[in-house]
């Protein structure tokens, strides 16, 4: 028995076509796009391409400090990162330290050899150039006071005064900077030398034959010594001082920033120490030891070595540089006073010089005033002078100086009583007269300036040495102290392996 399928539907004879299925999209359905506000987004108008969708905006990419700042946070967040960073911060202030102190050491102890092998030999040079130009003025009167009676002692002084000063020239012109405001002075020293000599010599000729122009042409060398070439020598010795100045400066300046340097890092040290005790309860050390050790024992030669070398320098400047500066100063005014003594005689009033109401003879009037320097001068020399191989001297020039006063008084009272003989007797005579006093005075005055000049160079040999190996030793120390720092701490890292 045959059922009939339900729906009613009679099923398909032969030869029938087969039932008609759906229609099915081969696009799967979309939903549809809400626009702002919720409301449906505009349909695709056909035949128009699809727009790509907007990317995402790229995160900012890192700087390298930044990177760098973010691992070393999170380095900072565990032990061993902790260590490391300490390890270091350690070790670079160690280097730190040494770097500045042999920095700064170095230089003081090369402004130190400067002082005793550079500036100071060449303000002495500029010293005895002067001294030496204004000896040779000086014997050059004499030897025209004394005309055809001239000692071959006189006339050899005045040749070594120029020799002198030629030659102390030679060395200044070596040891200054080409182009220094030094180097011009000198240029014209050395061309002034020559013209004075000149002029010397055609007085010397004159003067021989019995011609009253060689006085005028002897005045005429003094005028070009008195006006040209001394303030010369004296404005090269002004410069060559300030140069030795400056050098003094920097050689006893204080290291403050090594010093400071030194204190930080034996601080971070003694914190690091600490640290490490406190974590671990075991007391010392040995890298950090190590390294605290050796950044204390470079602080210490620092500070004690920077002080006796002060001291020294300091003491060779009280005691020899400014003793050297008055004795020089004292020995130029006793030269000049005897130039004018002399030209008193070979002028015989015909330089006058109106103070007030009242005409003085000029050279006169200039010898009492460079006798008044040089009594000033003494009196500091002798304050100055330390012990009594620096006074005796300075008492001797003393004695001397108060003769040639006395000395000179009558020489003028006969002079201007009209025996002009009798006066030239007392100044360029031998015994009684005012050159055995003024010899004395300059005599004196070299033996003082040798005694000081050996108490400078003793003082400050001692306050350069004192720096010796000081640059070396601070680098050296700051190496093995930085590696101590390392070790101790890679001790601690070596736990957590």
């Known amino acids: 028995m045959t059922h009939t399928p339900s729906g009613g539907a009679a099923p398909p004879g032969p030869g ?38 907007p990317r995402r905006p790229e995160a900012p990419r890192r700087t390298a400090f930044a990177e760098g700042a973010l691992r070393l946070r999170e380095a900072a ?12 911060v350690l070790a670079a202030l160690v280097v730190a330290f040494g770097t500045v102190a042999a920095w700064q050491t170095a230089g003081r102890a090369a402004a130190a050899d400067d002082v005793l092998t550079g500036s100071r030999p060449l303000a002495s040079d500029a010293a005895d150039i002067y001294r030496s130009l204004a000896d040779a003025n000086t014997a050059a009167s004499s030897g025209f006071l ?26 200044a012109a070596a040891n200054t900077r080409p182009g220094s405001s030094s180097a011009a002075t ?51 010795y002004m410069r060559e001082t300030g140069r030795l100045d400056a050098d003094y400066a920097d050689a006893t300046s204080p290291p403050w920033a090594a010093i400071a340097l030194g204190a930080v890092a034996l601080a971070a040290l003694a914190w690091a120490q600490r640290r490490t005790y406190l974590r671990t309860h075991r007391v010392f050390n040995p890298g950090l030891v190590a390294a605290t050790a050796a950044a204390a024992v470079v602080l210490l030669w620092l500070a004690a070595g920077h002080g006796l070398a002060r001291s020294g320098l300091n003491g060779s400047y009280e005691h020899g540089v400014r003793s ?18 002399n030209l008193t005689l070979v002028a015989r009033g015909a330089e006058t010089t109106k103070v007030g109401e009242r005409a003085y003879d000029a050279y006169d009037y200039d010898f009492q005033h460079d006798m008044e320097a ?20 300075v008492a001797a020039a003393v004695s001397n100086m108060t003769e040639w006063r006395k000395r000179h008084a009558a020489a003028r009272e006969q002079d201007e009583n009209g ?31 040798a005694h000081e000049r050996r108490a400078f160079e ?40």
């Open 419 to 449: 025996d002009y003989q009798k006066a030239l007797d007392l100044v360029i005579g031998g015994e009684g007269a005012t050159g055995e006093c003024f010899d004395g005075v300059d005599g004196s005055l070299a033996s003082a300036l």
């Open 374 to 393: 040089l009594a000033g001068h003494l009196a500091r020399a002798g304050e100055l002078a330390d012990d009594g191989g620096g006074r005796k001297p």
């Open 146 to 171: 004394a005309g055809g009676q001239e000692t071959a002692a006189s006339r050899d002084r005045y040749e070594q005064g120029i020799r002198t000063a030629a030659a102390k020239l030679v060395n």
């Open 77 to 88: 967040a565990t032990e061993p990162g902790r260590l490391r960073i300490i390890g270091a």
């Open 186 to 236: 000198i240029t014209d020293l050395n061309r002034l030398l020559p013209e004075y000599k000149g002029l010397v010599e055609r007085a010397r000729t004159y003067n021989r034959q019995g011609y009253p122009v060689g006085g005028a042409y002897l005045r005429y060398a003094n005028e070009k010594m008195q006006e040209e070439m001394l303030p010369a020598a004296e404005d090269l």
């Open 16 to 53: 029938a076509a087969p039932p008609a299925t759906p229609a099915v999209s081969a696009t799967p359905a979309v939903p549809p796009r809400s626009g702002p506000g919720g409301a449906p987004a505009p349909r695709q108008a056909p035949g128009v391409p699809r727009l790509p969708a």
């Open 458 to 497: 003793e003082a400050a040999t001692g306050g350069r040495d004192a720096l010796t190996g000081l640059p070396q030793g601070a680098a050296g120390l700051a190496v093995l102290g930085a590696a101590g720092a390392v070790l101790g701490i890679g001790r601690r890292l070596s736990e957590y392996r």
């Open 324 to 341: 050297l500066g008055v004795l020089h100063e004292a020995r130029i005014a006793s030269l000049k006073a005897r130039g004018n003594e």
